[in-house]
C-alpha cells in the first residue's frame, strides 16, 4: 500500500504543537516501553485485524532499531478467514518474531467447550485465551481494544489488572493517573494493556495510509460470496451457513472489522485503496461494531459481560 | 449527512479536556449534545439509545444513556467513573473525559483533570455558583489544569438575562482567579435547548464571546516551551547487538518536558554523571531535535552507566534531588493513608520504597478551610503529605512540570493506587505563599 491520502501530519499551529496521529503514536510508544521496562513476559494478541497490525507497527517503531521483545499471540476460532491467516504468518515470518496459537476448535475437539446453537465462536474464545495466558505464565498481554469501539469499553483503563481467573470488575479498576502507569500484580494476576486506547477507527485508518501498512484484501472491496442474516452480510463457508431459507449471492463488499466468520459481517463497499477507505468512514453513519458485529447485538451489556470474564 | 469529508481531515490537532458538574446541572445533556450536534453519535449508537428509553417508557431518547457504559450505571442512573469519549469536527480531534460529579467521586474528577488541558465546569444558573463548582474549581487549579470554561447551564429557566449570566460569572473568576487558575471563559447555555453549545443562541443577542465547541476548537494546545525544563525519564535501554547494530545503545523514553538538542550537555539523575547527546532517534529517524511529549531515543558520547529510572536533563538546568517530599496529595483508594504506612512512589519511570512521614494536613475543599494533623486521609481527600524516599529522587515542583512533578503512591501489598501526589506548593497563589498549618490563606 502507498500513502496518498490527505492525512497530512505536519499541519500543526505551531512548531511544538504534534498532529494528532504524532501525539496518539507518541502515546502508545510510550505504553509498549513502559510494559518492556515493567513486565517479565508480555505478550501482543495477534489476529492479522487492523487493530493488532498497527499495534506491531507500533511495537517495531518502538523498539527499533532492535527487535520487538514480545512474543504474539492469536486465538484461533477456526473460523478463520484464509486471507488473514496467510497475512499472519507472512507477517510472523518478516519480522522474525514468536507466535502462540490457541485454538477454539482445539478445545471443541476435547469436549471442553462446546459449539453454540448459532455456530458464533466468538464468546468461546475467552477460556483458550485465559488458559493460554496462566500456562505461558505472560504477566502483560497487549490488547487492540479501543474506547470508542463500545460503550464497555469507553470505561476502560489503558492498564487494566485482571484477576488469576482473568476477571475484569469495572468497579474495581485502578485510578490511572497523569501517564504513572500502575503495572503491580501478584503471581497468577496479569495487566491486559490497550495502547490504543485513546485511537478512533478513522485514527488507525489514517495512521496505516500515513505509515504505508500492509493489510490483508479482505479489508478492501472484492467480490465474495455472501448470504444475509440478521441485517449483515456473512461469508458462506465450512462453519455454517447458509441454512435454509438464506440464499448465497455475489457482492462487491469488504470488511470493517476481521472476527469469527460466523459474527462478523462484511459491508457493501466499492472501495479498493486506502483513499476510498477513509472516504466511506468518515461519511458512514455506523459504528464499526454496530455494523458487522453480531456478537455485541446479543444484549445491552453483551461486551460489559463478556470482558468481565476474561473477554479482551 | 457525514461529520467530516476526506479534504477536510487535515484538522489534525487533539484536544484533551474533562467535564465537571453536580447530577443535577445537565452534564449529561451537555456532553450528549455536544456529541449529537457535532454530528459524533452514529446512527446505531442513537438507535440503541432510542430503544432502551422507549422500553423504559420515556418519551424522548435519554442521550444520558450514550456516556453510561455499566451495567450499574445504567441501572442506577448515575455516572460512577470516568469514560472517555471521541469526537471531531472539521478543525480538531477531542477526548473527553467524562467524570461524575458526585461529591464521592472527587478522585474520578482528579483522575479526569490529570490528563486534561482543559476543564468544563457546569453551574445552574437558578443557583449560581455552590459549593460544588467552588470544589471543581480547587481541583482545576490543584491539578493546574490550563484552561477553565464555566458554562453557566439553564439559560433558558432565567429567562437568558444577562445580569444571571454576569453576576454568576464575576462571582467565579474572582474565586477561581484567586486560586490562581490561568485562564477563565464563561459561556452562557441552555444544554437542553442548544443555546451556545455549538449553535450560538438566538436568545441572548447581549453575548458576543464563542460557544462552548467554538471555544474547544480554538483555545491554543501547544507546549510552552519557554518556561520548560528539559527532561527524559529513561524507561527502556534499546541495545540490539545485530550485526548491522553491533554498539548501538540508546535511552528511550518521552519527553516529559522542554526540548532536547543533538550537542546538549546532560546529566543523568541521581548519579550525575554528565556527558552529551551525539543522536536523536524519532521512532527510528534521526532528527536533529526532540519536543515533549515525543517519544524519543537519546544517543549519548559516552558509555556511563544508566538504566530505567534514571532522568536525563541538560546540564546547566538539573533539578536537586531530595529524599523528603512536600506534596499536595489526592487520596484515591479506599483504605486510608496513615502516618507511618510504607508504600511504593512511582515517579516518572523509578519506583522506589517510601514511608508516610507527616500529614501536616488536610483541605476541606468546599470553604478551602485546612484541619491540622488529621492523622489519616480517606478516599477522596486531598490533604499535605510528606514523605521519606529509601532513594533521592529528581522531583520538579508540579507548578513547573506537571510529568515530572507528579507521583503515585502504590500499597506493597496488593499494588493499589493509593494516592495522586503533586510536588510543592498547592494553589498558584497571587499572594506569597507561607508554609503555616495554621495559615487560612490558600496554602495549607
Sequence with gaps: MTTTVAAVSGETGTPYTLSHLDALESEAVHIFREVAGEFERPVILFSGGKDSIVMLHLALKAFAPAAVPFSLLHVDTGHNFPEVLEYRDRTVARHGLRLHVASVQDYIDRGVLRERPDGTRNPLQTVPLTERIQAEKFDAVFGGGRRDEEKARAKERVFSLRDEFSQWDPRRQRPELWNLYNGRHAPGEHVRVFPLSNWTELDVWQYIAREGIDLPEIYFAHEREVFQRAGMWLTAGEWGGPKDGETVEKRLVRYRTVGDMSCTGAVDSDATTLDAVITEIAASRLTERGATRADDKMSEAAMEDRKREGYF | ?444
Design chain 2, 1 to 444: 449527512m457525514s461529520t467530516i469529508t476526506a479534504e477536510e481531515l487535515s484538522a489534525t490537532t487533539l484536544l484533551r479536556f474533562a467535564t465537571a458538574g453536580s447530577v443535577d446541572d445537565g452534564k449529561s445533556t451537555l456532553v450528549g449534545r455536544l456529541l449529537h450536534d457535532s454530528k459524533s453519535v452514529l446512527t446505531d449508537q442513537l438507535e440503541a439509545v432510542e430503544r432502551v428509553s422507549a422500553s423504559r417508557g420515556q418519551e424522548g431518547p435519554d442521550l444520558a444513556l450514550l456516556t453510561d457504559g455499566l451495567r450499574a450505571e445504567r441501572e442506577q442512573g448515575i455516572t460512577i467513573d470516568v469514560a472517555y469519549r471521541y469526537f471531531a469536527t472539521t478543525r480538531r480531534r477531542f477526548i473527553l473525559a467524562d467524570t461524575p460529579g458526585h461529591v464521592q467521586y472527587t478522585r474520578n474528577m482528579v483522575t479526569g483533570a490529570s490528563t486534561a488541558e482543559l476543564t468544563v465546569i457546569l453551574v445552574d444558573a437558578r443557583n449560581g455558583v455552590v459549593e460544588q463548582t467552588r470544589r471543581h474549581a480547587a481541583i482545576a487549579a490543584l491539578l493546574r489544569v490550563p484552561h477553565v470554561v464555566l458554562a453557566v447551564n439553564k439559560m433558558d429557566l432565567v429567562a437568558y438575562e444577562e445580569q444571571v449570566f454576569a453576576r454568576i460569572a464575576e462571582e467565579f473568576t474572582a474565586y477561581a482567579s484567586e486560586l490562581g487558575v490561568p485562564e477563565i471563559t464563561a459561556i452562557p447555555i441552555s444544554a437542553l435547548v442548544g443555546d451556545n453549545v455549538v449553535e450560538p443562541s438566538a436568545n441572548m443577542d447581549w453575548y458576543g464571546g464563542p460557544t462552548v465547541l467554538e471555544h474547544l476548537e480554538t483555545v491554543p494546545v501547544s507546549h510552552d516551551l519557554a518556561h520548560c525544563h528539559a527532561r527524559l525519564p529513561v524507561q527502556y535501554v534499546i541495545r540490539p547487538q545485530t550485526a548491522e547494530h553491533p554498539d548501538y545503545r540508546g535511552y528511550a523514553g518521552q519527553i516529559a518536558a522542554g526540548t532536547f538538542r543533538v550537542g546538549d550537555s546532560v546529566t543523568v539523575l541521581p548519579s550525575g554523571r554528565t556527558t552529551k547527546v551525539t543522536g536523536i532517534d524519532l521512532l527510528g529517524k534521526p532528527v536533529d531535535s526532540a519536543h515533549t511529549p515525543q517519544s524519543v531515543t537519546l544517543l549519548l558520547a559516552d558509555d556511563i552507566d544508566i538504566s530505567r529510572g534514571d532522568l536525563l536533563v541538560p546540564s546547566k538546568d538539573a533539578p536537586a534531588t531530595t529524599q523528603d517530599i512536600e506534596a499536595t496529595v489526592c487520596h484515591v483508594a479506599d483504605q486510608p493513608l496513615t502516618v507511618g504506612h510504607r508504600v511504593l512512589l512511582k515517579h516518572g519511570t523509578r519506583t522506589v520504597k517510601a514511608i508516610v512521614k507527616d500529614i501536616p494536613s488536610r483541605l476541606t475543599l468546599d470553604d478551602l478551610s485546612l484541619h491540622p494533623h488529621p492523622g489519616q486521609l480517606v478516599a477522596n481527600d486531598i490533604g499535605r503529605v510528606k514523605v521519606r524516599t529509601a532513594e533521592a529522587l529528581p522531583v520538579d515542583s508540579y507548578a513547573d512540570s506537571r510529568r515530572t512533578g507528579s507521583f503515585i503512591l502504590i500499597d506493597p501489598a496488593d499494588g493499589t493506587t493509593l494516592t495522586a501526589g503533586m510536588v510543592g506548593e498547592s494553589f498558584a497563589s497571587p499572594e506569597p505563599v507561607k508554609d503555616e498549618a495554621e495559615d487560612d490563606g490558600w496554602d495549607f
